[in-house]
């Protein structure tokens, strides 16, 4: 059973375009994600709630399974890890618990190590700032591996663009001078 629903989910994943279209099918399929839908994000640098962002980041990669993966759940950890103060919501520690949950999630599916190992690596990581530097190149090199590097930069960016337009206007130009960065430094040993 567990492999018809792997299968389905994967080519989900990889076929639709708008995956808020599929959502029913989607949620029957990934349960742990129905908590995401009613968790609001009340805070400048989001405007949408977590499943409605979710879809988005999901949508705005390339159909690649890890990336598709790590898109769709970058934020599960998010629901439970919501602190208000003042009317604002933060969300801090939801990477680690969207390891744990989607690791889980993929493990009942029937996903193999790699693809674990891999999409844990751009969820754990999916927030972390990246500067068009050899520095901080080299640290997340040392972190997730080279060839992981370019999906997390396209998962950050991906991630960025769901975000409010005035988040999206002060982190874009910095997004992709580091992808440019990486691609002129590093991106040939690829």
């Given amino acids: 059973m567990n492999n018809s629903?792997?299968?389905?989910?994967?080519?989900?994943?990889?076929?639709?375009d708008d995956i808020a279209l599929v959502e029913e099918e989607l949620l029957s399929i990934v349960p742990e994600l129905i908590v995401c839908k009613a968790c609001a994000q009340n805070m400048p640098a989001h405007r949408l709630p977590v499943l409605l962002h979710t879809?988005?980041?999901?949508?705005g990669v390339r159909k690649n399974l890890v990336l598709k993966l790590a898109a769709l759940f970058h934020d599960?950890?998010?629901p439970y890890t919501k602190v208000t103060r003042d009317g604002v919501d933060s969300f801090k520690g939801h990477e680690e618990i969207s390891v744990i949950l989607g690791d889980f999630i993929l493990q009942r599916l029937g996903f193999d190590d790699m693809i674990r190992r891999e999409v844990g690596m751009l969820v754990k990581?999916?927030?972390?700032?990246?500067f068009p530097s050899p520095e901080s190149m080299d640290d997340i090199t040392g972190k997730i591996g080279i060839d992981l590097v370019l999906p997390l930069l396209e998962l950050q960016l991906s991630d960025l663009l769901a975000h409010s337009e005035q988040k999206v206007k002060a982190l874009l130009p910095q997004r992709e001078d580091t992808l440019k960065f990486f691609l002129s430094s590093v991106g040939s040993k690829l």
């Fill in 5 to 16: 629903l792997r299968e389905r989910l994967e080519t989900i994943l990889l076929t639709t």
């Fill in 55 to 59: 879809y988005e980041v999901v949508d």
């Fill in 76 to 78: 599960i950890g998010k």
């Fill in 125 to 130: 990581y999916h927030d972390t700032a990246l």
